[in-house]
């Protein structure tokens, strides 16, 4: 799977002036990775910056400079299967009343934590859309929301263990980020749940879906 990010899009824009200090911090794109390594749904396959650095390993082994045995022929890259595409929906408008809910949903000491900091405590939401496409055919596969606010972002955060926390501290530093990174965690537990329980839609058309619909026009 790859992760695609929309850079022009309104949400992102939003995201990126919403965030303050670390700028390195403004992609999500690490966040849906890291759960998705520690999910173990899907392999991901890299699309992005890193696929320079691919690039002039290549062109070493091309220009004869690497040794005998570096393997950096062709014909060696993964196909990414799937894309996932992230959207989300930033709100200014603080929100209380989250501590009782937040109690309820998460399990255990998460439940007891998130509720005590949640009767305190007023900060912004986030909602998060993740879909995921098939790309050798187009076709939406799965897609999932989530959403967070800032009181049960850590939470949600505390899932992910120890490491994942830690990997992440550069996105928790403003309550924009704990939301953002918040609402992407859910929404991707609830992909891998759509995933597990994903049934191929049949098509009207006996050669398969883009060749011909059921709705006839004159």
């Keep these: 799977m790859s992760v695609y990010e929309d850079r022009s899009a309104e949400w992102y824009q939003a995201w990126r002036a919403n965030m303050r200090g670390d700028r390195t911090t403004t992609s999500i794109v690490p966040v849906i990775r890291l759960l998705a390594q520690q999910s173990n749904c899907f392999a991901i396959v890299e699309r992005g910056r890193a696929m320079d650095a691919m690039a002039r390993e290549r062109g070493l082994m091309d220009a004869g400079e690497l040794r005998k045995h570096s393997n950096f ?67 939406q596969v799965a897609v999932a929301e989530g959403s967070a606010s800032a009181t049960d972002a850590g939470g949600l955060l505390g899932m992910l263990g120890a490491s994942g926390g830690g990997a992440l501290s550069a996105y928790t530093k403003t309550p924009e980020g704990k939301v953002i990174v918040g609402s992407i965690t859910d929404a991707y537990n609830n992909l891998v749940k759509a995933v597990k329980s994903y049934k191929a839609q049949e098509s009207a058309s006996p050669n398969g879906h883009g060749t011909g619909g059921s709705m006839k026009v004159n």
């Design 73 to 139: 022929g062709k014909g060696q890259m993964a196909a990414a299967d799937y894309t996932l595409e992230p959207n989300i929906i930033l709100s200014s408008n603080d929100v209380g009343g989250i501590g009782g809910t937040l109690g309820g949903l998460l399990p255990g000491a998460y439940g007891s934590i998130a509720g005590s900091v949640g009767s305190k405590m007023k900060f912004k939401e986030s909602q998060s859309i993740l879909t995921l496409i098939e790309n050798r055919s187009g076709i």
